[in-house]
């Protein structure tokens, strides 16, 4: 368990722990609370004890575009500054059906889609996670466990009018559509999680603020220390008008081709590449600052994107193109030819995960049963 942060004792924020705030805020949509997670860091640094550092992901779905790997790269960012990165596959929480952003309720997978979908997902997750440092965790260890009885008193820890504050069950309720009885589970379970895993910090989607602050109430409510949470926003598609989606068409799959992948990060637009500079790019924020400096001050910002572009190839193939093709009228019309020999990828190949000891736990050893409250 935690131990709790007094006011009163306030730890030094020396410079290193103020430039890995700045690693971890660049890009975010909210950080909650900032002043709460610095102390956790200067308490890391003190003891020398890795935070926890949570994304729970469910394996709705065989693949992955770019856009799905914004929450992925800053993970990452958490991992290489030395912290403790738990991949959490939610195969648990799939058979529910997350209803976050949704206006009808989500259908449930089969075990056999989640598992299948459950090892496709972790191992696009190793081109950008190093799995050899990353404790891979699935939600059914604890929440099977539960039982009905545990699952009962888990849900009097929390009221319906809290539940209905968010804003998709809000619409649902206001427009009289159907809102299911499991699905008022679904962030009791994901908030569960963090209780069960002792989080430091959890990430999600912009989508997934409510599911996050459900955990840190339940984390107090087991006398932990509360976990901070962090939201990063969509991304923006090929387009740069709407979220990168399949159904819009405006996505790069970390399945493409090469020259595909490449062609398609060169057709954006000069703005929408600062922004995925912030999102997918793991360059330092110096770096990032004094190229757009030198963008702004006459330098050709096809460069800027020839760079991010081979950087997000090399993520997820070891050929990349080691020069950017000529563009026939514009930026815009680039479509990438990649040639056979090029530098080796900076980050890892998918390898063996590490799993955690705690994977192999006996049931009594995680968090007890919730007991009902007066």
């Given at each position: 368990?935690?131990?709790?942060?007094?006011?009163?004792?306030?730890?030094?924020?020396?410079?290193?722990i103020?430039?890995?705030?700045?690693?971890?805020?660049?890009?975010?949509?909210?950080?909650?609370?900032?002043?709460?997670?610095?102390?956790?860091?200067?308490?890391?640094?003190?003891?020398?004890?890795?935070?926890?550092?949570?994304?729970?992901?469910?394996?709705?779905?065989?693949?992955?575009?770019?856009?799905?790997?914004?929450?992925?790269n800053?993970?990452?960012q958490?991992?290489d500054?030395g912290?403790q990165?738990?991949?959490?596959v939610?195969?648990?929480?799939?058979?529910?059906?997350?209803?976050s952003?949704?206006?009808?309720?989500?259908?449930?997978?089969?075990?056999?889609?989640?598992?299948?979908?459950?090892?496709?997902?972790?191992?696009?997750?190793?081109?950008?996670?190093?799995?050899?440092?990353?404790e891979?965790?699935?939600?059914?260890?604890?929440?099977?466990?539960?039982?009905?009885?545990?699952?009962?008193?888990?849900?009097?820890?929390?009221?319906l009018?809290?539940?209905?504050?968010?804003?998709?069950?809000?619409?649902?309720?206001?427009?009289?559509?159907?809102?299911?009885?499991?699905e008022?589970?679904?962030?009791?379970?994901?908030?569960?999680?963090?209780?069960?895993?002792?989080?430091?910090?959890?990430?999600?989607?912009?989508?997934?603020?409510?599911?996050?602050?459900?955990?840190?109430?339940?984390?107090?409510?087991?006398?932990?220390?509360?976990?901070?949470?962090?939201?990063?926003?969509?991304?923006?598609?090929?387009?740069?008008?709407?979220?990168?989606?399949?159904?819009?068409?405006?996505?790069i799959?970390?399945?493409?081709?090469?020259?595909?992948?490449?062609?398609?990060?060169?057709?954006?637009?000069?703005?929408?590449?600062?922004?995925?500079?912030?999102?997918?790019?793991?360059?330092?924020?110096?770096?990032?600052?004094?190229l757009?400096?030198?963008?702004a001050?006459?330098?050709?910002?096809?460069?800027?994107?020839?760079?991010?572009?081979?950087?997000?190839?090399?993520?997820?193939?070891?050929?990349?193109?080691?020069?950017?093709?000529?563009?026939?009228?514009?930026?815009?019309?680039?479509?990438?030819?990649?040639?056979?020999?090029?530098?080796?990828s900076?980050?890892?190949?998918?390898?063996?995960?590490?799993?955690?000891?705690?994977?192999?736990?006996?049931?009594?050893s995680?968090?007890?049963?919730?007991?009902?409250?007066?």
């Amino acid at each position: 368990m935690s131990e709790g942060i007094e006011v009163a004792k306030k730890l030094p924020v020396t410079d290193d722990i103020r430039e890995a705030m700045a690693t971890i805020r660049r890009g975010t949509d909210s950080f909650l609370i900032e002043e709460e997670f610095e102390q956790k860091l200067a308490r890391s640094k003190a003891t020398g004890k890795p935070l926890r550092c949570k994304l729970g992901l469910d394996p709705t779905a065989p693949d992955i575009h770019i856009g799905h790997t914004v929450v992925l790269n800053k993970l990452r960012q958490l991992q290489d500054l030395g912290h403790q990165v738990i991949f959490l596959v939610g195969d648990f929480t799939a058979a529910i059906g997350d209803p976050s952003g949704r206006n009808v309720t989500r259908p449930p997978l089969s075990r056999e889609q989640i598992t299948a979908n459950a090892e496709t997902y972790l191992a696009q997750a190793g081109h950008v996670l190093d799995l050899d440092k990353t404790e891979v965790r699935y939600n059914s260890e604890w929440s099977n466990a539960l039982g009905s009885v545990g699952l009962i008193q888990l849900a009097s820890r929390y009221t319906l009018a809290r539940l209905l504050e968010r804003e998709d069950f809000a619409k649902r309720y206001a427009e009289e559509l159907p809102i299911a009885m499991h699905e008022l589970l679904y962030p009791l379970m994901q908030g569960y999680d963090s209780v069960a895993l002792e989080a430091d910090l959890e990430l999600g989607g912009s989508d997934q603020r409510f599911n996050l602050l459900v955990g840190r109430e339940l984390q107090r409510q087991y006398g932990q220390e509360p976990q901070c949470i962090l939201t990063m926003p969509l991304l923006v598609g090929l387009d740069g008008q709407v979220k990168m989606s399949k159904s819009k068409h405006n996505y790069i799959g970390i399945t493409d081709e090469p020259n595909d992948m490449f062609g398609k990060v060169m057709s954006i637009s000069d703005t929408l590449m600062w922004d995925w500079y912030d999102l997918l790019s793991l360059r330092p924020n110096d770096e990032i600052a004094a190229l757009k400096k030198e963008c702004a001050e006459g330098r050709n910002p096809r460069d800027a994107k020839v760079m991010l572009a081979k950087e997000i190839v090399a993520r997820f193939h070891s050929a990349v193109p080691p020069t950017a093709p000529k563009p026939n009228s514009s930026t815009a019309s680039v479509r990438a030819r990649c040639p056979p020999k090029s530098p080796k990828s900076p980050f890892p190949r998918v390898r063996k995960a590490f799993r955690s000891p705690a994977c192999s736990r006996k049931r009594d050893s995680f968090p007890p049963r919730p007991t009902a409250t007066a």
